[in-house]
């Protein structure tokens, strides 16, 4: 038996209830496999066993369906066959039709269903056989005349449909040990549970049994028993335990990644199949809220309602899907197809068109707009304003300090531009800024039109926009090329103005701007490169005749009122206007190092030039002729400038330079044996002529007198003498030893022998005034100068104590210099230190190396040094406080000097103590010196191996941190360059520790902990304050703002700062950047004002007047509160807690929002912030949200610190935040889809929750 006739025998032998499969069989094309015609025929089988268990779970209800149709047709299939053509369509036509007499063992096979039809034929409109186009009955009636006189009217039922609403369905769990409800109605037998166990869930909690009772399962053939399901009243969903049903049922579950299948073990039939949801295997379950539902295809779907359906789509979108898919539609209801809501969210700007504006004049049109950079130019200005003329395309460019100029300028120009080409200003277009809303009134007195564009739109200023993009563009070049600083934004522009007015444009029929304006050909032929070198002649400047003729200097452009070029001379920032320059334009000076003031430079003609200027000191250009310097500076020579070029042992200096540097050469010290100095062992030492052996090889400790005398005996003043502290110092020059003692004493009076009597022959006397005025001490004062401060005792001692401990650890040894060693400079740093009540504590000095001239690779590699963090100081001084521990602070004398070097490192020796045996030695470092790239890490290196080597671990969330853990002995380091904090539970280990350091180390007494880094902590039996009180108290003496009137909070509410606030900028911001700088040190004891310096510092790069007048409040407040700190409570527990908060776009600049966070240790303040978000939030639950996640993270490192210093906590952290939605989207997945903009960096917090 062939394969087809196997399937009409196995169909032949159904009954009748698989009459629709059947059906379906015979009606393919193809002849289906055995294996398929089983899984339909098993499938069927199942169904047909389901109705018996979903008949009890739902209502019983009636349902009519009802035909409006026309005529008198007998049954909805009239003229169609239900089966295809035997003879051409299916694979029966062979088998079945002989058959069609016989009898047929299937119930529902009669002659009249049966009988021959013939074939039907195929639909050409829908591709379906059993019905052509003629018949078909979802042909719109009336569409189709020429097929069918009178077509059937299409078949319109209704349909009424009893469904429930869904129910909360069982979940598949593996993990669970046992069924689990949370709705008391799941279960069919129930009885109170009176155990006393409570069920544990995935986060730790546990959750009440109320009842246990049991319920089943219905699948397509039978039921599945649920036995000792515990209802659990705080559980959210229903869970199935696959292992116990597996086990009660005797059946398997098996997983699949969109479906399930449950199958029966013994006969492996299906029993059950059911779909992924929500990334969960849920049970299929039968519904008992009964829903009616109405359903009628007589009025089709409006286009609307598919518009609405498919989501908004655009109308040809829409279009398309309705004709491919044929979808049915109300033609009526296509009349206004305008979406309101596709309205309001889907605006977007219109396309722009072809400007239509024609002008057959110049200054018919101009277009105008105001370009701001983000840093001001060397010449001080903020803003261009660009001018363009509508008919010659030809630009005009003046640079701005103030917005509001724009009107001074406009003036001006008018005048200028119509006086020369005798036309008239028609129209001005501009955008609606408020520099040209103040030319309204100018413009309407002067008969000139306003246009403006439209609110945001640019595009309708284009052709000002399109030329700032190319005026931009050919600026950025230029200084790219002539890698000139950005500052020099104004030259560049001007050049390039300069040039696209020469170029010919496309618009113009290939003829140049300057052309069309002034009807003659640019002189191409003057054209030079911007900012290459160039050589003025600078004669006529020159003090005689045997000065230079000529300088460096950089081209900056060309003169527009004379025909010259600019020259920039770098060495004194001048700026020369000249006809007679001789240019190289293959290089360019700024590309390479700063001219230097040696003879060897190929370009400097004079070695009077100074080596660097700064670009600062470049003069504003207010007029074309030779700019004036800088005010209150004297007028320099081109060729001899006053400013002291920096200091080098160059010894190929001319004699010009050192004329000039003569002024600023310290003072020499001469030998004793010139001048008699009286001989001291710590002051300068007596030299001879011929002076003998050295006791010490390596270094004296005297000042050094190798130096050549100054020609003059007396010494050379510094520039800004300094009066010593001693109204009487000890003399430098004394008489010499050799003179006679009588030159020791004063000459004897001259006796008065005239006959007057007078009150001093008669002993009368009276008091002098100036004999009675108090003596003023004065203030110690902190030299400039090396032979200053030889010249004070209080100095040299300092300076030989710096000697002596390089000595002791001997840091160094002097060796001949080699060829190609790169030798660091050094020099000496003087400092006062005082105490922290104010009194003076002692002189400091310090001999460190010029680090900035080390080359990396040669003299250093690595040079990160760590240094503890602000909240690690806190969280360990809360712990002791709240432990009772001691708390002791160390200072590591010389602490650089301990560092060992593993670079080759060549310093020059120390100035004032140079060997005399040996000055043209240097010396080579064995440990690190202070002002070395290095020096940092070295010492943190040397304590860290010896810590180590102690028994200490190095903490990972804060490398200054380490801890000794060994049983209940604790003891904490910390240390900040060559400050250390110790405190620990054992007061003995602790000593032991001190006494360990200090044999390795040299350390000045240890002390409790009172002053440092600034602050100023004072404890009681109750806590620990940290104030920073001296340290505002010098802030505000600093700014004369000791005796402001303070006020009540550090930032006004209204009005909120900007940057484009209206106000004037300020000429000197240094002050406001100091003033910034030094509070933002201030907040490690102040949180109270975190969030105005974080609001000050966003202005650091342009204060205004109003910026400066907010910074002045946070000192009037401070003078108010100089006293305030934070308070270490000592009986406070040691949970942790945050406070999160987002102000959502409260920056008007940019309407990004910032966030706040503060973190408490108990009662104690530990971590705090300020700061603006990295991105635009577009609602406040993402703004709140990244300000929780920033929060998370504080606290992460928080518990991550606590848990390497042996801390116990025993309550998780808590983060306390205002906003629901940040609050469920922490923790609940649901809310996903709404935040999928958040970056995903975020999301790690709810790890955490």
């Known amino acids: 038996m062939d394969h087809e006739d196997q399937i009409e025998h196995v169909l032949e032998g159904l009954p009748d209830d698989y009459k629709i499969i059947v059906d379906q069989l015979e009606g393919r094309d193809v002849t289906p496999s055995l294996v398929e015609v089983h899984e339909k025929l098993i499938n069927h089988e199942a169904k047909l066993q389901a109705p018996s268990v979903t008949a009890s779970s739902a209502p019983i209800s009636a349902n009519v369906a009802t035909y409006k149709g026309q005529g008198h047709q007998k049954n909805n299939y009239q003229g169609q066959p239900r089966f295809n053509n035997r003879n051409n369509q299916t694979w029966q036509q062979q088998q079945f039709q002989p058959r069609q007499h016989q009898n047929s063992p299937r119930p529902y096979h009669n002659q009249e269903s049966y009988a021959p039809r013939g074939y039907q034929g195929r639909c050409q409109i829908y591709g379906v056989h059993g019905h052509n186009a003629r018949t078909c009955s979802q042909l719109p009636y009336g569409a189709s005349s020429n097929l069918s006189a009178h077509p059937p009217p299409p078949w319109q039922p209704i349909a009424n449909l009893a469904a429930t609403a869904p129910a909360n369905n069982w979940l598949l769990d593996t993990g669970a040990s046992h069924h689990l409800t949370s709705d008391l109605n799941n279960l069919s037998l129930h009885q109170l549970y009176n155990g006393g166990e409570e069920v544990t869930i995935a986060d730790g909690s546990r959750l009440p049994i109320s009842h246990t009772g049991s319920t089943f399962l219905p699948t397509h053939s039978h039921f599945l028993t649920l036995n000792d399901v515990l209802y659990v009243p705080n559980l959210y969903k229903n869970l199935i335990s696959v292992y116990r049903l597996c086990n009660a049922n005797q059946v398997s579950v098996a997983f699949f990644p969109a479906h399930f299948q449950v199958k029966d073990l013994k006969m492996g039939v299906r029993l059950l199949q059911g779909r992924t949801k929500d990334e969960l295997y849920e049970w299929p379950m039968s519904n008992k809220n009964t829903i009616s539902m109405f359903s009628s295809p007589t009025p089709k779907t409006s286009l609307p309602y598919w518009h609405s359906r498919l989501g908004h789509p655009s109308l040809s979108i829409l279009k398309t899907i309705v004709s491919q898919f044929s979808l049915p539609f109300n033609d009526a209801s296509n009349k206004n197809s305008d979406c309101s809501h596709c309205l309001i969210n889907k605006s977007h700007k219109l396309p722009f068109y072809t400007n239509t504006i024609t002008s057959t004049k110049p200054l018919q049109y101009l277009y105008s707009d105001v370009w701001s950079s983000p840093i001001v130019s060397v010449d001080n200005f903020k803003y261009y304003l660009i001018l363009v003329d509508h008919y010659t395309r030809y630009s005009w460019l003046y640079p701005l300090k103030r917005k509001s100029d724009v009107r001074n300028t406009f003036i001006a120009f008018k005048s200028l531009v119509e006086n020369r080409f005798q036309h008239k200003i028609q129209t001005l277009y501009s955008d609606n800024g408020g520099e040209f809303v103040a030319l309204r009134s100018f413009l309407t007195t002067h008969g000139i039109s306003h246009l403006t564009s439209p609110p945001h739109t640019p595009e309708h200023n284009g052709v000002v926009e399109r030329k700032h993009r190319h005026i931009d563009e050919t600026r950025l070049t230029l200084l790219h090329q002539a890698s000139m600083p950005k500052s020099y934004w104004t030259y560049a522009f001007s050049a390039a103005v ?549 006020v009540l909070t550090p930032l006004a509410a209204l009005p909120r700062l900007c940057i484009h606030d209206g106000s004037p900028k300020l000429e000197k911001p240094s002050e406001y950047r100091m003033i910034v700088g030094s509070l933002q040190y201030l907040s490690f004891t102040r949180p109270d004002i975190a969030f105005a310096i974080s609001r000050l510092s966003q202005f650091m790069h342009s204060p205004s007047k109003t910026h400066w007048q907010a910074a002045k409040r946070v000192l009037r407040y401070l003078a108010g509160t100089a006293s305030h700190g934070i308070y270490l409570s000592a009986d406070t527990p040691l949970n942790l807690h945050a406070y999160s908060d987002a102000d959502w776009g409260g920056d008007t600049d940019d309407y990004i929002s910032t966030n706040a966070h503060i973190l408490y240790l108990g009662k104690t303040p530990i971590a705090w912030a300020s700061k603006k978000q990295k991105g635009v939030s577009r609602s406040s639950t993402e703004s709140e949200y990244r300000a929780v996640a920033n929060t998370a993270s504080e606290i992460r490192c928080v518990c991550s610190l606590l848990t390497e210093l042996g801390v116990t906590r025993t309550h998780p952290p808590v983060i306390y935040c205002d906003n629901v939605g940040a609050t469920y989207l922490c923790a609940n997945p649901v809310f996903h889809s709404r935040m999928k903009h958040l970056a995903l960096d975020y999301h790690f917090i709810r790890e955490l929750v």
């Open 498 to 1046: 300069y040039l696209i007015n020469r170029l010919p444009a496309s618009l113009l029929q290939n003829d140049s701007p300057y052309l069309k304006l002034f009807h003659q050909k640019p002189n191409y032929l003057k054209l030079r490169v911007f900012g290459s070198l160039c050589f003025p002649w600078l004669r006529p400047y020159t003090n005689h005749k045997l000065d230079d003729r000529s300088a460096a200097c950089v081209f900056l452009g060309y003169s527009l009122t004379q025909s010259a070029y600019l020259c920039l001379n770098r060495s004194s920032g001048r700026i020369y206007t000249s006809r007679h320059v001789r240019f190289v334009e293959s290089e360019f000076p700024f590309a390479v190092s700063p001219p230097s003031t040696s003879t060897s430079t190929s370009y400097t003609t004079s070695s009077s030039i100074p080596s660097s200027a700064p670009h600062s000191i470049v003069p504003v250009q207010t007029t074309p002729l030779i700019s004036a310097p800088l005010p209150a500076t004297p007028v320099p020579d081109p060729h001899h400038s006053t400013s002291p070029p920096p200091e080098s042992n160059d010894s190929e200096i001319s004699l010009p330079e050192m004329t000039n540097r003569i002024s600023d050469a310290p003072p020499q010290v001469v030998s004793n044996s010139n001048l008699g100095i009286a001989g001291n062992s710590t002051g300068p030492s007596t030299s001879n002529p011929n002076p003998g052996p050295s006791t010490n090889r390596n270094l004296n400790l005297s000042p050094s007198t190798s130096r050549s005398p100054s020609p003059d005996p007396k010494p050379t003043p510094s520039p800004n003498p300094t009066p010593s502290p001693d109204p009487n110092p000890s003399p430098i020059v004394s008489p010499s030893p050799s003179s006679s003692s009588s030159d020791d004493e004063p000459p004897p009076q001259p006796q008065n022998r005239h006959p007057m009597q007078t009150r001093r022959k008669n002993n009368i006397t009276k008091p002098n005034t100036k004999f009675s005025l108090t003596a003023i001490k004065h203030k110690p004062y902190i030299p400039t100068t090396v032979n200053q401060a030889l010249r004070d005792e209080n100095w040299r001692f300092a300076m030989g104590d710096e000697i002596n401990a390089q000595i002791r650890n001997r840091s160094f040894s002097l060796v001949p210099p080699q060829p190609g060693q790169n030798v660091i400079a050094t020099k000496w740093i003087y400092t006062l230190k005082y105490f922290p009540d104010g009194t003076f504590d002692r002189h400091k000095a310090r001999w460190v190396a010029r680090g900035f001239t080390q080359q990396y690779g040669i003299d250093y590699a690595e040079t990160f040094s760590p240094v503890v963090k602000s909240i690690t100081i806190r969280v360990v001084l809360q712990l002791a406080v709240s432990s009772g521990w001691v708390i002791k602070q160390l200072d590591v004398n010389n602490a650089f000097l301990h560092g060992t070097l593993t670079e080759e490192v060549y310093v020059t020796q120390p100035e004032g103590f140079v060997d005399k045996d040996r000055p043209h030695y240097v010396c080579r470092l064995h440990k690190a010196l202070y002002g070395l790239k290095q020096a940092p890490r070295a010492w943190y290196q040397e304590l860290k191996g010896f810590l180590l080597t102690l028994g200490f671990t190095n903490s990972v969330a804060d490398t200054s941190v380490f801890a000794y853990i060994k049983g209940t002995d604790l003891v904490y380091t910390l240390v900040y360059v060559d400050d250390i904090f110790i405190t620990g539970s054992n007061t003995t280990l602790i000593h032991r520790f001190i006494q360990e350091l200090g044999n390795q180390f040299s350390l000045k007494d240890p002390t409790d902990l009172n002053y440092f880094l600034g602050i100023e902590a004072t404890r009681t039996s109750k806590g620990l304050h940290l104030m920073q009180r001296k340290y505002i108290l010098d802030l505000l003496a600093k700014t004369n703002m000791v005796d402001a009137k303070p």
